[in-house]
């Protein structure tokens, strides 16, 4: 220090014990009032504001910039608004997306279940398809190998028995007795 300067004594305080002294001294006149949100964080039982003053002594104390001890500002009030109604859009976009989604998912599930439906009506139709092809293929068969038997007697395609000369000439085997004669006279 230059020595043409005057040393005063006095010490000097810090920020915290300079806060802690203005906090005991307005704890004298403070009122107490409805605790601040930082009182009730931090349990404390009495909130006083000094007269004139917008900031209570336990936040007075610590230093703390906001104080609601006489509640909340409008802008606090109107950002707390304005948040809600971004939160209650969020959520009603979010609601929506689920709404639409889960029509997606309706709409999706009906379509698979009318394939399956489909599909199966599809299997069945090719079954039936395929089953009368192996009854043709084994009628088939059937007269070919009909066909490729030998046959015993020398003409084909002829019956051998024809049941109408039963009737003229074996008389016993007819309803009505007729005489051989007579019977072969009558053509």
């Avoid at 704890?27 to 605790?35: D, E, T």
């Avoid at 889960?102 to 079954?127: G, I, T």
Wanted: charged letters at 30%; aromatic letters at 4%.
């Amino acid at each position: 220090m230059p020595p043409n300067r005057v040393r005063k004594n006095r010490s000097q305080k810090s920020s915290t014990e300079r806060r802690r002294v203005r906090a005991d001294i307005l704890s004298a006149v403070a009122i107490k009032m409805v605790r601040c949100s930082r009182c009730k964080e931090n349990k404390i039982p009495d909130c006083r504001v000094p007269p004139g003053d917008d900031t209570c002594v336990s936040c007075a104390r610590v230093g703390s910039a906001s104080c609601d001890s006489f509640g909340y500002d409008d802008s606090a009030v109107r950002h707390l608004v304005d948040q809600k109604r971004r939160l209650d859009a969020k959520e009603a976009e979010a609601s929506e997306a689920i709404r639409s989604a889960n029509q997606a998912l309706v709409a999706a599930l009906a379509k698979a279940e009318r394939l399956r439906v489909q599909r199966l009506a599809l299997d069945q139709k090719a079954l039936a398809m395929f089953e009368q092809e192996g009854e043709v293929l084994a009628e088939q068969e059937r007269q070919e190998a009909a066909a490729a038997q030998p046959s015993s007697s020398s003409t084909s395609g002829v019956p051998l028995f024809d049941p109408s000369w039963v009737q003229w000439y074996v008389p016993s085997l007819t309803s009505q007795p007729t005489d051989i004669v007579a019977a072969s006279t009558m053509r």
